[in-house]
Structure formats: structure tokens, C-alpha cells
């Protein structure tokens, strides 16, 4: 850097588009990036495209609160997120990349004892599917994480906490920027400021995509879009889809000494709160709960997320705040994703990422990509169709987790 960048080569190539790819991607988030890399990586397939109608982690990827946990009740999210775990887990070396993952361990604070029963039950899911996840006392809280209220005359008293200690953070941007550099080196090309505006069809089939910067065909298109999925499956026909867009919103202190060295949850409200590298209090609370597509939020959800965060650790109500923004979250209807072939022959689905796709990343795009290829879930993407909605199977994980009453 103090050479001007002069000598510093690229991360990535800068291709133009060519007339036609085996597989294009839409949406250069860490879902799309991930699925391209995976199908280059595991399935042999590079004539690949990513088109990014910004710049590469212009989306939620580089907009998230960073944290990356397995600590979910049902089965198949226990098994979903935990096969995600055992990728992060050895991602830097998989990337060549250091996406700076932090396995400082996730605590979710439960403050009545009907809550504390839940939690339980939700750590006794989680060891009985191999995850591991342990109970502490407010005692062993207090030891913890000193900066906590965790006297009897808190706002919210601590009756105990569900911690999981392989959980943590990781650095958002370097995940997507490990993956866009691994899937270039193998021959993706990564298309930025391509926006998709339509969609080629033969009757039915899709067979490519229309673009700011031309008509591009293929013979699979997937997209990962995330917030942006209802507007660009409208431009497939589909008017109706069980996914809604809404904006989350995310705040940055001022940098200060090491003050709570793991992730802490606030279960008397929704609340999430870590401490980056760089010594700033990282934290975010619920949606703004009206439908939106601009990435910023609201002040009443900030002053909400601001009271959450002083009732939890009062000492945090002399600091400033630094920066906050918004992302454009894609809410399914039962908090899961919907990784699957279709809606349209031809076409292949990833979204419905709610709350959590950041930590989801490796195997939304490691089982992703096997669809696409496969042309079949692999074992691990398998519940998540679209189909589970019309069937009522529906995987309801918005009542259960760290987070409840989401919707
Ligand atoms: P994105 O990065 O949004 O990628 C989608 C891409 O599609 C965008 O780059 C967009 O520009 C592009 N696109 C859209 N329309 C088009 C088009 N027509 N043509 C071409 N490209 C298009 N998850 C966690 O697990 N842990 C957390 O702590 C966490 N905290 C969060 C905090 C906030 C404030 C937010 C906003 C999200 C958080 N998430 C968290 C959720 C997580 O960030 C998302 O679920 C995940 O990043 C979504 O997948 P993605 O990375 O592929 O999305």
C-alpha cells in the first residue's frame, strides 16, 4: 500500500461475458460465489459465470454481523449447520484465504426459567446430533463475560445460558473475496456490474439470462440473490413466492480494550453482540418489520437495538456509535432456505436465508453447486425444497432458536 499499489496484482480477472456458460450464477454474494467455487472445486465444472449486478460482496455478505453457529433444534437444521461448521472450520486453508474464523464460542443468555427449559432442550438437540453445546449457571456467566448485568436486580435477571463453543466469527468480506479468487483461479468468470433483467426462455425451459451487458445463455441458471429473489423471479413470470424482503440493520461502536471475548445473545429481547478485531462492539437486533428493498433502516429499531444492548451491559451506554447500515434479508415463511431445482425447468433455486445465511455460506454453496450438477439434493439440502410449503411440511425454526418470535 505505501507503494501506491502500484505492483499489487488483482484478486480476480475482469472478464467479459461470453455468449454462453454450462452454469451462470446470478448474484455475486457469498452464496453465489460459494456455489461457483464448489462446482469448479468438487464437480469439475468451470465454464461458469457469477453475474453481479454490483461489485463482488456489494450484498449482505459484507453487511452481516459476522456470526457463524450450529446451535439449531430441529434435525435437519442441526444437520445442515453443522456440515457448515465442519467446512468453516478449515476454510482458510480450503481458500488459501484467512477469513479470520474465530471459534470463540456463541452464548445465548436465557432470562426466565421457562426460557431456560427451551434452551435445554435445545442443547440436548444439538449434542444428540454431534454438536457440541454446554449450560452455564449465571455464576460461571458472570466469570465469563464480567461486563454482563448479571446481578438480581438487572432489567432482565440471567436465569443461565446456552453456550456453544465451537461457534464464533469470521471475516464477511474475506469469505467472499477466498471464494471469488479460488473460483477464478479455476476458470469462473466473475461479471460485475451486470445486472439481470430478464430471462431467456424455450416455452417453459429457461436457457440463459438478459443482461445490462448483453444476452448471456447457458444450460443451467441458479440464482442466489437473496433479498433481491421475489423481484428477480418476476422477471422468470413468477408473481407469487413465499419469501419476504425486509430490512435488518447492523451497528459498529467506537473501538475499545477487549470487553467480552465471545458472541453473547439477549434472550429477554433479540439482541447479538460481539467484539471485532479492531475493538469495536458489533451488534444488531431485529428487522425493521415492514417490507423494504433499500439497505438502511429505521430509528426506532435502533433506539429498540440501543436499550438492548444497555440493559445487557450498562457500561456500553457511555460509548458512541460508530457507523450502522442496513441489508435486504430474504424471510421465508418457517425461517428455513429453500436450496432446490426450479421453480422453472432449467432453473435452480437458493434462498430464504432469513437471519442466518452468513454461517451458512459453505454448505449452501457446497450443496447448491451438487444440485446444480447432480441435478439432485445431496443428503443435506434435501428437506429444504420449495414443495415443503404446499405439502405443510414446513421446518419451523423461527419458534425454536436463540432468536425467538422472529416473524
Ligand atoms: P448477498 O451478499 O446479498 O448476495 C446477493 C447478490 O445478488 C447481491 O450482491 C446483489 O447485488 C445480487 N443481485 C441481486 N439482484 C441481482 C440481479 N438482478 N442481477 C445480478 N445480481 C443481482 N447471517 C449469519 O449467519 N450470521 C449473522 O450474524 C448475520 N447477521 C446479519 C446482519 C445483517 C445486518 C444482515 C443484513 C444480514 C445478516 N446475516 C447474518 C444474514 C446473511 O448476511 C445473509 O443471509 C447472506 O449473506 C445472504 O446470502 P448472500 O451472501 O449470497 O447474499
Keep these: 500500500?505505501?507503494?501506491?499499489?502500484?505492483?499489487?496484482?488483482?484478486?480476480?480477472?475482469?472478464?467479459?461475458?461470453?455468449?454462453?456458460?454450462?452454469?451462470?450464477?446470478?448474484?455475486?454474494?457469498?452464496?453465489?460465489?460459494?456455489?461457483?467455487?464448489?462446482?469448479?472445486?468438487?464437480?469439475?465444472?468451470?465454464?461458469?459465470?457469477?453475474?453481479?449486478?454490483?461489485?463482488?460482496?456489494?450484498?449482505?455478505?459484507?453487511?452481516?454481523?459476522?456470526?457463524?453457529?450450529?446451535?439449531y433444534l430441529l434435525p435437519e437444521s442441526v444437520r445442515f449447520y453443522e456440515f457448515s461448521m465442519k467446512l468453516w472450520e478449515n476454510l482458510s486453508h480450503e481458500?488459501?484465504?484467512n477469513v479470520m474464523f474465530s471459534q470463540r464460542g456463541v452464548l445465548n443468555l436465557a432470562h426466565s426459567p421457562g426460557q431456560a427449559d427451551a434452551f435445554i432442550r435445545r442443547g440436548n438437540a444439538m449434542r444428540h446430533g454431534g454438536v457440541d453445546a454446554e449450560w452455564l449457571t449465571p455464576q460461571q456467566i458472570a466469570r465469563k463475560v464480567p461486563g454482563l448485568d448479571t446481578s438480581g436486580s438487572a432489567r432482565f435477571p440471567i436465569a443461565g445460558g446456552l453456550l456453544q463453543p465451537r461457534a464464533g466469527t469470521a471475516r464477511h468480506d474475506a469469505v467472499a473475496w477466498g471464494y471469488a479468487r479460488a473460483a477464478d483461479r479455476r476458470g469462473v468468470d466473475l461479471i460485475e456490474n451486470c445486472e439481470v433483467?430478464?430471462?431467456?426462455?424455450?416455452?417453459?425451459?429457461?436457457?440463459?439470462?438478459?443482461?445490462?451487458?448483453?444476452d448471456i445463455r447457458a444450460k443451467k441458471v441458479a440464482l442466489a440473490v437473496a433479498g433481491s429473489t421475489s423481484r428477480v423471479l418476476q422477471r422468470a413470470g413468477i408473481e407469487r413466492f413465499p419469501i419476504e424482503s425486509h430490512v435488518l440493520q447492523a451497528f459498529v461502536s467506537e473501538a475499545i480494550k477487549p470487553f467480552v471475548n465471545c458472541v453473547v445473545t439477549f434472550g429477554a429481547g433479540h439482541l447479538y453482540m460481539s467484539q471485532s478485531d479492531k475493538g469495536g462492539l458489533v451488534f444488531g437486533g431485529s428487522l425493521d418489520f415492514y417490507n423494504?428493498?433499500?439497505?438502511?433502516?429505521?430509528?426506532?429499531?435502533?433506539?429498540?437495538?440501543?436499550?438492548?444492548?444497555c440493559a445487557m451491559f450498562p457500561a456500553v451506554a457511555r460509548l458512541r456509535l460508530l457507523r450502522s447500515w442496513g441489508g435486504v434479508m430474504d424471510m421465508s415463511m418457517d425461517g428455513s432456505p429453500i436450496i432446490t431445482r426450479g421453480p422453472l425447468p432449467g432453473l435452480y433455486l437458493n434462498c430464504g436465508w432469513c437471519y442466518g445465511g452468513f454461517k451458512a455460506?459453505?454448505?449452501?454453496?457446497?450443496?447448491?453447486?451438487?444440485?446444480?450438477?447432480?441435478?439432485?439434493?445431496?443428503?443435506?439440502?434435501?428437506?429444504?425444497?420449495?414443495s415443503r410449503f404446499e405439502r405443510g411440511a414446513a421446518i419451523d425454526e423461527t419458534g425454536h432458536g436463540p432468536t425467538p418470535k422472529l416473524h
Excluded at 461475458?17 to 465444472?45: C, F, Q, S
Design 197 to 214: 433483467t430478464g430471462f431467456l426462455r424455450d416455452g417453459d425451459q429457461i436457457t440463459g439470462v438478459s443482461t445490462t451487458r448483453g
Design 1 to 71: 500500500a505505501l507503494s501506491g499499489n502500484r505492483d499489487w496484482k488483482p484478486a480476480w480477472r475482469k472478464p467479459d461475458p461470453k455468449p454462453r456458460y454450462d452454469v451462470i450464477v446470478i448474484g455475486g454474494g457469498g452464496h453465489g460465489l460459494a456455489t461457483a467455487y464448489y462446482l469448479a472445486a468438487e464437480h469439475g465444472i468451470t465454464n461458469v459465470a457469477v453475474v453481479e449486478k454490483g461489485w463482488l460482496g456489494s450484498g449482505n455478505i459484507g453487511r452481516n454481523t459476522t456470526i457463524v453457529r450450529s446451535n
Design 95 to 97: 481458500l488459501n484465504y
Design 292 to 309: 423494504s428493498y433499500a439497505q438502511r433502516g429505521n430509528l426506532p429499531t435502533a433506539e429498540d437495538v440501543m436499550s438492548e444492548i
Design 361 to 386: 455460506t459453505p454448505a449452501s454453496g457446497y450443496s447448491f453447486a451438487w444440485t446444480i450438477a447432480r441435478d439432485e439434493p445431496h443428503a443435506i439440502n434435501a428437506p429444504f425444497t420449495l
